[in-house]
């Protein structure tokens, strides 16, 4: 029997994330504040014409109580955004525990946290129950909202778990699963204790996409040699079930900030950033303060280009700006004192009484002060460890119309894939490689600065967030579609 297909302009959207794209903040017993934040995946969603997008997802608060749920619920609904409920101790063991702590650093191969190794190893089936009970509750409110026709797709590796319980309840549901971190390679999946479980449950959806191709052939090894399905060019087949796989390269909104450019207080910003750091090269890192982004290595390579480059003491300084990120896990407070002595020795060694060569921030920047700071780099450094795709490059880029600045970018940052042939590649563990880049970056001629950055400019233009998400979506839809199809035959 066929489902009934929706014309396109009333089907509806269901974009599944572990938080939703609001920041709430209670001012009463009964009322709250909402702040939309206005990154590139809702911008991406708000563009899909022909779906109407509602997001489901922790609101990153705690409410206890039925009457601030009750009045959160309402005011959400008004934005397109329907909750789901986390309290404190699941949110520890779900979201602090299994996703931060044992999922994100193994996908990023940088393997357990190295001292409580043994600890987490203990904790893991406590920590992987309370994942499945949060991604059950998840699934619980998709179903209630879920209406015939819409199209659910569910969002990174905090809810892996999420397509098979929702297929559990309505194997009808369109269900799609992508992916922002990198998936490493199976033999690095083999060693989680649940790796088989989460591989069955992603494939209980009708799509499963990725940044790149790498990406989707080490899923799809993984399936081979830990599930012993067949691998095949579409996907994955288990006992002629095909669960599509393939590479979907997110975008940013580059007409956003190429417009950012042309306001007067922007304007006005990058005329004293460029007063402030006149006769010296700006460098410029914006990065999550988080282990995969490379931040200690970065500014270890600095330090190694000033020490060879005494003539450049002088003319060049390195801006870190860093927003601190998931600080209840020790790792990350671990890595910001880090961090911080580095900078300081640094400073302490090459600054004078009237200038340093490292200014950090611990801070995140409104959208205004970072496009004027990238418009006014002449070298952006993303030295990432591992980095799903990573949009600091494609925002920089988008920015740099004017100047051509040259980005340095880690091989190992899904953007290498597609900003490859304009950035100047490294491998972030070689600090003499990056710190060579940077002599080379600092150097370079115009003419070659703007051959790079051509290259570069056209393909962030031409790949956008909006077209990311509507190559999935509509993916989604012919998959299911084809899927009953055969059905119906
Ligand atoms: P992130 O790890 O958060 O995303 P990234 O893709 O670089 O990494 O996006 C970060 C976003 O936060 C950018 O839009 C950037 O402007 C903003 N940001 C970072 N630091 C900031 C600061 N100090 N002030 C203001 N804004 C700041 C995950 C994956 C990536 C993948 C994306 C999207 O880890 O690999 O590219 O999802 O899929």
Known sequence: ERQEVRPYNRQRLLVVANRLPVSAVRRGEDSWSLEISAGGLVSALLGVKEFEARWIGWAGVNVPDEVGQKALTKALAEKRCIPVFLDEEIVHQYYNGYCNNILWPLFHYLGLPQEDRLATTRSFQSQFTAYKKANQMFADVVNEHYEEGDVVWCHDYHLMFLPKCLKDYNSKMKVGWFLHTPFPSSEIHRTLPSRSELLRSVLAADLVGFHTYDYARHFVSACTRILGLEGTPEGVEDQGRLTRVAAFPIGIDSERFIRALEVPDVIQHMKELKERF??????????????????????????????ENASWRDKVVLLQIAVPTRTDVSEYQKLTSQVHEIVGRINGRFGTLTQVPIHHLDRSLDFYALCALYAVTDVALVTSLRDGMNLVSYEFVACQEAKKGVLILSEFAGAAQSLGAGAILVNPWNITEVAASIGQALNMSPEEREKRHRHNFHHVKTHTAQEWAETFVSELNDTVIEAQLRISK
């Open 278 to 307: 006149a006769g010296r090269k700006v460098m410029l890192g914006v990065d999550r303060l988080d282990m995969i982004k490379g931040i200690p290595q970065k500014i270890l390579a600095f330090e190694k280009f000033l020490e």
